[in-house]
């Protein structure tokens, strides 16, 4: 398996722009994940989906953030209008759910290194 | 609140100098504690999950444990190749399948 693919893997954008992430799961995993991590805070859950129905977005930060799963092997992450303060590497996971063995575990994709000036 | 608190933030051990990296957790009712290794530029690969207090899990040189107010990640003759950034985590809710709260994660240097 190909593992959790996300893309771009770097993206420099300026202020006010539209950013757009992507995120492919592992194949058969039910549930997919959005993170955002920062020096300061960490790692922080934005939003989960669970069989493409998002389930908790109360770590989406504001409105300018929105999240959608179209079908069971893509999901986006979009950023309009995009600030300085959204600079952070954002990580996409998937975990089985009720299927497979570690059901319980998540798998994290490479991240995308985002950048806004 | 929930709250997950690593320590120490930064370890350097030399090359066979064993040690130990915690994990304090404050969650009702815990359904599973992770623990993560992060490299530079690289996600977080899954190592371990614990689910009961008094439950060990091995790989390689690494062991972790676990108590009812916090886990362990014990290193035994670290190599430096061990160096990465260990993060801990407890999953949060009602679901089987719900949140994650990570800890900051404490940075391992080991020199040879």
């Known amino acids: 398996d190909a593992g959790v693919i996300q893309s771009p893997r770097h993206e420099v954008t300026e202020m006010g722009q539209e950013v757009t992430l992507r995120c492919k799961p592992i194949?058969?995993?039910?549930?997919l994940f959005w993170y955002r991590q920062t020096m300061m805070r960490g790692l922080e859950l934005l939003i989960y989906?669970?069989?493409?129905?998002?389930?908790?977005d109360s770590g989406m930060p504001e409105d300018r953030f929105s999240a959608k799963m179209p079908n069971a092997s893509f999901s986006t992450l979009k950023i309009q209008p995009s600030e300085p303060r959204d600079s952070a590497v954002y990580f996409c996971?998937?975990?089985?759910?009720?299927?497979?063995?570690?059901?319980?575990?998540?798998?994290f994709g490479p991240g995308t290194r985002l950048t806004v000036t | 609140e929930d709250q997950v608190t690593q320590s120490p933030e930064a370890l350097r051990l030399q090359e066979g100098e064993s040690s130990s990296l915690n994990c304090s957790y404050t969650?009702?009712?815990?359904?599973?504690l992770f623990w993560y290794r992060q490299d530079p530029g690289k996600g977080p690969e899954f190592l371990f999950t614990?689910?009961?207090a008094g439950e060990e899990k091995e790989k390689e040189r690494l062991k972790a444990t676990l108590t009812k107010k916090e886990s362990f990640l014990h290193i035994t003759a670290p190599k430096p190749e061990d160096s990465a950034t260990y993060l801990c985590?407890?999953?949060?809710?009602?679901?089987?399948?719900?949140?994650?709260?990570f800890g900051q994660g404490t940075t391992l240097q080991v020199k040879p």
């Open positions: 996971a998937s975990n089985p759910g009720t299927s497979g063995r570690g059901r319980n575990e998540q798998y």
């Open positions: 194949s058969g995993h039910d549930y």
């Open positions: 989906f669970n069989n493409n129905v998002p389930i908790d």
């Open positions: 969650v009702s009712g815990l359904r599973g």
């Open positions: 614990l689910y009961s």
């Open positions: 985590a407890v999953r949060h809710g009602s679901s089987n399948t719900g949140k994650l709260i």
